[in-house]
């Protein structure tokens, strides 16, 4: 394996700006024959349904369905794949959704009202949605902790139905998945994937009932099925690749960090790990570390790949500095390793999720920290936020005007009204004045 060169930027040069600009730039143009074949899909299954589903499956999955109804897994499947679970999985996945679990009734958004001094009420009703789509990669890919984040703050939310999606390739079925699913409390489980499965949640079939919004990872193809379907229902987010982004001032032991750093680039060849240190000798020992580390990893070459296409080590002068250019990269995953996160943190601004200290690495909230592994990329996390309860739930305002209320405010509603010409407007509101 050749050495692997990682790019290095100092903050003083004065090309700074280019440069980061430059290592943060991902090439987002959508690829025409792949968007034509998505919208030949989503049309073929509006019309044609189930037969549309069947098709595609049978042709795409390699499935051998005969019929729609074969699509739903039984609820028995879902109990015999956790009850066939070793000891040492059902209690990583049972104590995974327990914490995911706890941190989501806390995130639970609940209805509000005040009453003003005439009686008039006003307030703030909060209500879950009534179905839920999502989305899980299946075959031999198993993501059983996307099933806990997507499916467990949908059911606190108190979701209605929650549908999930799984393709299963060659009729290949992944049993931390399905059990994960027991464990989560999805309500059905269709065994169909790709742009068709989107298409189906999203304009319903005869056997497939339409949800309200459509979460969960997904490749190219699911991805672009999300962004055509949105409007007809709503969706998680559009994501990129993986990223983590590493402060650290230069005490944590550079072999951790180096692993930190792995654990994102592993991912695919376009993940992003970036370490920024006011210490250029750490920079230094890091860079040997991923050097002695990088030859033992399964996935080195994709690992290699990512961190010599888009990875870097960052000097910077301070660590005030360092989360200055954090806010401008505004990570997915930011990870302060030093030796006082809270301090640094007041800095932070932008990030999907913050791990504090040394002894928090990024891996543990992808799996079982408890707060969600859905977080905003690309510098997302500017204006966007992690999967969560609120995501499921829906905000209906509540206005009840008592008698001395409509005569008060429909003076006002009268005067702004006949200043936009809108006279209905206005009469509706004078028919209530005293």
């Known amino acids: 394996m050749t050495a692997l060169k990682i790019a290095r930027l100092d903050n003083t040069a004065p090309d700074f700006s280019t440069q980061l600009k430059t290592l943060l730039a991902w090439d987002e143009s959508d690829n025409l024959d792949i968007q034509q074949r998505v919208l030949d899909i989503i049309a073929n299954v509006r019309e044609n349904g189930d037969k549309a589903v069947l098709d595609y499956s049978n042709q795409l999955d390699q499935t051998q369905f005969k019929k729609a109804s074969d699509f739903e897994l039984p609820t028995s499947v879902l109990k015999q794949a956790w009850d066939t679970l070793s000891a040492e999985k059902a209690h990583a996945l049972q104590t995974a959704a327990n914490r995911v679990r706890a941190y989501a009734e806390e995130q639970k958004m609940h209805s509000w009202q005040y009453t003003e001094e005439d009686g008039t009420i006003l307030g703030q009703k909060i209500t879950a949605l009534d179905k839920a789509g999502l989305y899980v990669p299946g075959g ?32 290949e079925t992944n049993q931390l998945v399905l059990a994960a699913a027991y464990l989560a409390g999805v309500d059905r ?10 298409a189906a949640l999203a304009y319903g079939t005869k056997t497939i009932p339409a ?27 559009i994501a990129g690749p993986s990223e983590i982004l590493i402060i650290c001032d230069g005490k944590t032991n550079p072999d951790w960090i180096a692993m930190d750093l792995f654990s994102q680039a592993e991912h695919d060849e376009n993940a992003q790990a970036i370490l920024i240190s006011n210490d250029a000798k750490y920079l230094n020992q890091v860079e040997q570390s991923i050097g002695k580390l990088l030859p033992e990893m399964e996935r080195k070459d994709i690992i290699k790949a990512s961190l010599s296409s ?29 030796e006082d996160p809270d301090a640094l943190n007041q800095h932070i601004r932008n990030a999907g999720a913050i791990f504090m200290g040394r002894y928090t690495a990024e891996a543990l909230g992808d799996y079982c ?38 005569d008060t405010l429909g003076k006002i509603a009268s005067v702004l009204a006949r200043g936009e010409s809108l006279t209905a407007h206005a009469r509706s509101a004078e028919f209530r004045i005293k």
């Open 140 to 171: 031999k890919a198993a993501y059983p902790s996307s099933v806990l984040m997507n499916a467990i703050p949908a059911k606190v939310a108190g979701v209605g139905e929650l549908i999930m999606v799984v393709p299963t390739p060659r009729g």
């Open 369 to 406: 920290a408890g707060p969600n592994h859905v977080l905003p990329t690309s510098s997302t996390s500017r204006y966007s936020s992690p999967l969560g309860v609120y995501d499921f739930q829906k905000r209906s305002s509540l206005i009840n005007c008592s008698e001395s209320g409509a």
């Open 211 to 237: 949800v309200d919004k459509i979460v969960g990872p997904g490749n190219i193809y699911v991805a672009t099925a999300k962004k055509m379907v949105f409007g007809q229902v709503g969706i998680d987010m």
């Open 189 to 198: 489980i269709f065994t169909i994937g790709g742009a068709q499965a989107v």
């Open 310 to 338: 888009r990875g870097a080590l960052i000097k910077v002068d301070s660590l005030t500095q360092a989360a200055e250019v954090a806010n401008i990269i505004a990570p997915e995953h930011l990870e302060l390793s030093v």
